[in-house]
Antibody
Framework: EVQLVESGGGLIQPGGSLRLSCAAS????????MSWVRQAPGKGLEWVSV???????YYGDSVKGRFTISRDNSKNTLYLQMNSLRAEDTAVYYC????????????WGQGTMVTVSS | SSELTQDPAVSVALGQTVRISCQGD??????ASWYQQKPGQAPVVVIY??KRPSGIPDRFSGSSSGNTASLTITGAQAEDEADYYC???????????FGGGTKVTVL
């Protein structure tokens, strides 16, 4: 079965760091475009970051310089290292696959909640 | 970067037709995808590249013209009540962008 399972969310103080994981099954992360998308409580979807098959990574303006996307091919897992966290980073974080390469997220995880608060 | 603009909310009578629009410069070059999200659930793609993934009812259809993409629900059902988001690549082609979402209420 093709699926994504996120983990690593939780409560963290402002300025802290957290690493999210996204374990893939049924396909390989390094042969797909993989992204993180977040959704603040009661708000819309916000694209966060992408890692392409060649290893190039891109970020949204709101997280550039603070977040780092990576993958471990041996574990078939995607990561998001989040540093210098702010209250406005509070959101459900989803990992998603662009399996069509035309910008469509065809597979989504169930999401993991990150709460940044003192 | 670029932005996609959606109407915040629309309503439709049961069994009637509703069209949701999404506007942005990136849509002149890239296809829009559409996602349905119900409370507490992850988004699900309902239209991409004007195609329907398997399992998506044929009452969902997509179209586009110029800088505007549209999602049409023909014969809306109660279970179609949800938030709908569009997305595409941004104008650079390297990033992704989402619209602000449209809440569809079925009356």
């Amino acid at each position: 079965e093709v699926q994504l399972v996120e983990s690593g969310g939780g409560l963290i103080q402002p300025g802290g760091s957290l690493r999210l994981s996204c374990a893939a099954s049924g396909f390989t992360v390094n042969t797909n475009y993989m992204s993180w998308v977040r959704q603040a409580p009661g708000k819309g979807l916000e694209w966060v970051s992408v890692i392409y098959t060649g290893g190039s990574a891109y970020y949204g303006d709101s997280v550039k310089g603070r977040f780092t996307i990576s993958r471990d091919n041996s574990k078939n897992t995607l990561y998001l290292q989040m540093n210098s966290l702010r209250a406005e980073d509070t959101a459900v974080y989803y990992c998603a696959r662009d399996g069509t390469t035309v910008g469509t997220f065809d597979i989504w995880g169930q999401g993991t909640m990150v709460t940044v608060s003192s | 970067s670029s932005e996609l603009t959606q109407d915040p909310a629309v309503s439709v009578a049961l069994g009637q037709t509703v069209r949701i629009s999404c506007q942005g410069d990136s849509l002149r070059r890239y296809y829009a995808s559409w996602y349905q999200q119900k409370p507490g659930q992850a988004p699900v793609v309902v239209i991409y590249d004007k195609k329907r993934p398997s399992g998506i009812p044929d009452r969902f259809s997509g179209s586009s013209s110029g800088n505007t993409a549209s999602l049409t629900i023909t014969g809306a059902q109660a279970e179609d009540e949800a938030d709908y988001y569009c997305n595409s690549r941004d104008t650079s082609g390297n990033l992704y962008v989402f619209g602000g979402g449209t809440k569809v209420t079925v009356l």
